[in-house]
C-alpha cells in the first residue's frame, strides 16, 4: 500500500508537461484536458487499476449492457428543409407548455413548440425574443415569463 501513496506522491511532485507525457505514455493517447489535478487523480486511478485490478467480469459486461442502451447523437439532427436543427435546452419548459403573463393589461399566451415558442400566430426562437416582441425592449424570456427569479443581492 505504501508503493501506491509513493506512486501518487512522485505523480503530485511532477509538472503539467511531464503528466501530460505520462498520460501518452500510459493510455496512449492525448489527455481530454491539461489541468494538472485531473491528470493526477487519472493517473492514479490507473495506476491502481494496474496494481489491484480494474472493474469485475460482471461489472465490464453490466457497463457495456448500459453503454449499448445509450442513444448517443453521431450528428445533429435535420429538419425538413435541410437545416440543422436547433437542440432544446433540458432546463426549459417542455413542448406543449403553455405560458401566461399578464403584461399592461394584455394577457400574454406563449405555446411551446417543437420549432420554437408561439405568440400571436408567429414562432419566436426563445423566450427572450417573445418578450422583446411583446414588450419592445429587451428581457431575460424565464423571469419576464415567471420562470425564474431575480436574483437579489
Known amino acids: 500500500m505504501s508503493e501506491m501513496i509513493d506512486e501518487i506522491e512522485s505523480l503530485r511532485a511532477l509538472d503539467r508537461d511531464a503528466l501530460i507525457a505520462?498520460?501518452?505514455?500510459?493510455?496512449?493517447?492525448?489527455?481530454?484536458?491539461?489541468?494538472?489535478?485531473?491528470?493526477?487523480?487519472?493517473?492514479?486511478?490507473?495506476?491502481?487499476?494496474?496494481?489491484l485490478g480494474g472493474l469485475s467480469a460482471t461489472a465490464r459486461a453490466r457497463l457495456d449492457e448500459l453503454i449499448a442502451q445509450i442513444d448517443l447523437r453521431v450528428e445533429a439532427p435535420v429538419v425538413a428543409n435541410g437545416a440543422v436543427a436547433r437542440e432544446q435546452k433540458v432546463d426549459g419548459p417542455a413542448v406543449g407548455t403553455t405560458l401566461v403573463r399578464e403584461w399592461r393589461g394584455r394577457q400574454i399566451q406563449v405555446r411551446v413548440t417543437d420549432d420554437g415558442f408561439e405568440c400571436d400566430g408567429a414562432i419566436h426562437p426563445s423566450l427572450?425574443?417573445?418578450?422583446?416582441?411583446?414588450?419592445?425592449?429587451?428581457?431575460?424570456?424565464?423571469?419576464?415569463?415567471?420562470?425564474?427569479?431575480?436574483?437579489?443581492g
Open 128 to 152: 427572450s425574443a417573445v418578450a422583446k416582441a411583446v414588450t419592445g425592449a429587451h428581457w431575460n424570456g424565464k423571469l419576464f415569463f415567471g420562470l425564474t427569479k431575480r436574483k437579489t
Open 22 to 51: 505520462r498520460y501518452r505514455a500510459e493510455v496512449g493517447r492525448e489527455p481530454r484536458q491539461s489541468n494538472v489535478a485531473w491528470l493526477v487523480r487519472r493517473l492514479a486511478w490507473r495506476a491502481q487499476e494496474k496494481r
